[in-house]
């Protein structure tokens, strides 16, 4: 498991390089710059700044420049906050997303997964209609749309919950519940589908043989081996929580990165762009690897193959 864990992450380098060289040029070649404001600067003394950041040189010297740094782990300065670097604003931002994210994927996790499970128990009947008719309409709205009906009833209706912060315990419900509702429904979807493709598999056959409730048979049994294609799911679904942030955060003025990487994207803060473009692509590779460890952890066969020194894409191949 250590040599798959460490081939995985070597493979990544060369696409975070792809990442950084991409996101470095983008950003130079849209229109403005991070020193020009509606009120414009001076120009001697934009110039100043200019050649304070090294944004003065030749492109390619200040890619090369970049690069070094990057390699070293320096993310470089921020523009619009002198003093403070941009490492060090992403790790203060970031314990914010992480939370918010780890919230809502809580969230559609325990919505989710019964959901679609008690569906697909109930296969056919009224409700396993109503679950899936939920199901479909919760594909269908964005969390753009849910997020501020949610505030309008449990913030200025009900006053149960605040609209805006992220100060108390109670702050972190509508924000994640927004989120996650929105990744609950595909995953109730996937969940009851995968659950009525093991139905009629032979193991399940013999375990209601063995007199097990029927319960247990679907719940244990059944359940356990319906979550490879629903974990292979979440790993999308979480990276799709991190960059469906920016809207929320900014719906319940939450002090994250999403908000942080909209601002830098309008200030033109070339530096505050790729690092957090990098930090969002890592994390997404970081969490595929996690869903790729969880589907070996959950799959026997593929076990035995990783420990053999076998890929996983191998062990799929031969128990097709």
């Given at each position: 498991m250590l040599s798959f864990l460490l081939k995985r992450a070597l493979a990544m380098l060369p696409v975070l390089w792809i990442v950084a060289t991409a996101v470095f040029f983008l950003a130079r070649f849209a229109p403005g710059g991070p020193f020009d404001m509606e009120r414009p600067l001076p120009e001697h003394v934009k110039a100043r700044l200019n050649a304070h950041y090294g944004l003065d040189r030749p492109l390619a010297e200040q890619y090369v420049r970049y690069m070094a740094n990057l390699a070293r782990g320096d993310l470089g300065p921020s523009y619009k906050y002198p003093g403070w670097s941009v490492g060090e604003l992403i790790a203060q931002r970031a314990r914010v997303s992480a939370e918010l994210g780890a919230w809502a994927l809580l969230a559609a996790i325990l919505a989710g997964i019964p959901a679609g499970a008690l569906a697909a128990r109930r296969h056919g009947s009224r409700l396993d209609r109503a679950l899936t008719g939920a199901a479909a309409l919760g594909v269908c709205v964005p969390a753009?749309?849910?997020?501020?009906l949610l505030a309008l009833v449990?913030?200025?209706?009900?006053?149960v919950f605040n609209a805006l912060g992220w100060d108390t315990a109670g702050d972190r419900v509508l924000p994640a519940?927004?989120?996650?509702?929105t990744v609950a429904a595909p995953l109730a979807r996937l969940t009851r589908a995968s659950m009525l493709e093991v139905a009629g598999q032979d193991y399940?056959?013999?375990a209601r043989a063995k007199g097990l409730s029927e319960a247990r048979v679907w719940f244990v049994h059944g359940l356990r081996?319906?979550?490879t294609p629903v974990v292979t799911f979440l790993g999308?679904?979480?990276?799709?929580?991190l960059s469906g942030s920016f809207v929320i955060e900014s719906v319940f003025n939450i002090p994250g990165l999403g908000r942080l990487f909209v601002s830098s994207a309008f200030d033109r803060e070339y530096t505050m762009i790729c690092g957090t473009v990098l930090f969002y692509?890592?994390?997404l590779m970081a969490l595929n690897l996690a869903v790729e460890v969880?589907?070996?952890?959950l799959n026997p066969r593929l076990r035995r193959s990783v420990a053999g020194g076998g890929g996983t894409g191998g062990a799929e191949g031969g128990g097709a």
């Open positions: 753009f749309v849910l997020g501020p449990f913030a200025l209706k009900l006053g519940l927004a989120l996650g509702l399940m056959r013999t081996n319906a979550l999308p679904a979480a990276a799709g929580l692509a890592a994390a969880a589907v070996v952890w």
